[in-house]
T-cell receptor, first 113, second 112 residues
Framework: KNQVEQSPQSLIILEGKNCTLQCNYTVSPFSNLRWYKQDTGRGPVSLTIMTFSENTKSNGRYTATLDADTKQSSLHITASQLSDSASYICVVSANTGFQKLVFGTGTRLLVSP | DGGITQSPKYLFRKEGQNVTLSCEQN?????MYWYRQDPGQGLRLIYY???????QKGDIAEGYSVSREKKESFPLTVTSAQKNPTAFYLC???????????FGPGTRLTVT
């Protein structure tokens, strides 16, 4: 069964600190992996997208890694800011013709002053 | 100003009433999608459309209906047959199937 699991479920860090969010998936056949940021009550916004051959991709203070062998990804946030408080969703695309997206349940991050 | 708009942001209905959620995009995207988001669950696909006048059921289509008469618009009707309609509904679009999906701001529907 295609699944995406994220950990931790929630996280509180102090402003200025770094953090790493984890994503494990069992989606097959794999097409790509995306990280989205979703503010409360808003739609998700794409942070990064990685294909099978990419193992790291950055977007400002956000760096995503992908290990296709172990089917794991991480999202590292550097020098956190209050505006980073949001849910971070890992989404894996299955290459089944339609490119079905499998969504994780997200990690809720709170950056505290 | 390009993007995806959903209206209204909040919607309240009585049980047994049908309700239609609006989704409009001016990105010239061919594909459009409807998702449902519930607390503690990942987004689930309700319906998708790859081209005008064509749409397909997603994973949880029961109790929902859609139409795609114009490229820019993909309204979702939540019918009285949907057993648990209270949720956050997200519309998305992409250039075509398989490309990155861009999400609208969402509509929170509460049915009492």
């Amino acid at each position: 069964k295609n699944q995406v699991e994220q950990s931790p479920q929630s996280l509180i860090i102090l402003e200025g600190k770094n953090c790493t969010l984890q994503c494990n998936y069992t989606v097959s056949p794999f097409s790509n992996l995306r990280w989205y940021k979703q503010d409360t009550g808003r739609g998700p916004v794409s942070l990064t997208i990685m294909t099978f051959s990419e193992n790291t991709k950055s977007n400002g203070r956000y760096t995503a890694t992908l290990d296709a062998d172990t089917k794991q990804s991480s999202l590292h946030i550097t020098a956190s800011q209050l505006s980073d408080s949001a849910s971070y969703i890992c989404v894996v695309s299955a290459n089944t013709g339609f490119q079905k997206l499998v969504f994780g349940t997200g990690t809720r991050l709170l950056v505290s002053p | 100003d390009g993007g995806i708009t959903q209206s209204p942001k909040y919607l309240f209905r009585k049980e047994g009433q049908n309700v239609t959620l609006s989704c409009e995009q001016n990105l010239n995207h061919d594909a459009m999608y409807w998702y449902r988001q519930d607390p503690g669950q990942g987004l689930r696909l309700i319906y998708y459309s790859q081209i005008v006048n064509d749409f397909q059921k997603g994973d949880i289509a029961e109790g929902y209906s859609v139409s795609r008469e114009k490229k820019e618009s993909f309204p979702l009707t939540v019918t009285s047959a949907q057993k648990n309609p209270t949720a956050f509904y997200l519309c998305a679009s992409s250039v075509d199937r398989g490309r990155e999906q861009y999400f609208g701001p969402g509509t929170r529907l509460t049915v009492t």
